[in-house]
C-alpha cells in the first residue's frame, strides 16, 4: 500500500510561483516507480501534467512544457511540481498519482487510470 500527501497548494495572485511537493509512505520503493501529477478542474475531466520515474526518466503534457518543472527526491520520496506564472486557468486540484509499473510515461499521462495509486489533492487558486 502507498499513501500520497500533496502540500504546497493555495490561493495566489497571478504571475506567481507556486512549488507543489507529494510525500509517499510505502513498504517498498518499487510501488512508486513511476510518479505523475495530475490536475482537475470543476467539471473538468482529470487533466496529466507531468510524469517522472525513479531513474530520472520524465514526460510532460504538450501543452504543460512551459510553465511546469516536475521533479522528484528519491531519498526524501517527495515528488515535487514547480508552476511558474500562474495564470487563473491554472486553477484546479493538483493530484500526485503513483505506480509500479515503468510503462510510457507520454501515454501515461493520458490514461488517469494507468496509475494505481492517488493522494487527496492540494488546491491551487489563481486569482487577483
Known amino acids: 500500500q502507498v499513501q500520497l500527501v500533496e502540500s504546497g497548494g493555495g490561493s495566489v495572485e497571478p504571475g506567481t510561483s507556486l512549488k507543489l511537493s507529494c510525500v509517499a509512505t510505502s513498504a517498498s520503493e518499487d510501488n512508486t516507480k513511476s510518479m505523475a501529477w495530475f490536475r482537475q478542474a470543476p467539471g473538468k475531466e482529470r487533466e496529466g501534467i507531468a510524469a517522472?520515474?525513479?531513474?530520472?526518466?520524465?514526460s510532460y503534457a504538450d501543452k504543460m512544457r512551459d510553465r511546469f518543472i516536475i521533479s522528484r527526491d528519491n531519498a526524501k520520496n517527495t515528488l515535487y511540481l514547480q508552476i511558474v506564472d500562474l495564470k487563473p486557468e491554472d486553477t484546479a486540484k493538483y493530484y500526485c498519482?503513483?505506480?509500479?509499473?515503468?510503462?510510457?510515461?507520454?501515454?501515461?499521462?493520458?490514461?488517469?487510470?494507468?496509475?494505481?495509486?492517488w493522494g487527496q489533492g492540494t488546491q491551487v487558486t489563481v486569482s487577483s
Open positions: 498519482a503513483a505506480d509500479p509499473s515503468v510503462r510510457s510515461l507520454t501515454w501515461s499521462l493520458g490514461h488517469p487510470s494507468s496509475f494505481r495509486y
Open positions: 517522472i520515474r525513479d531513474d530520472g526518466i520524465f
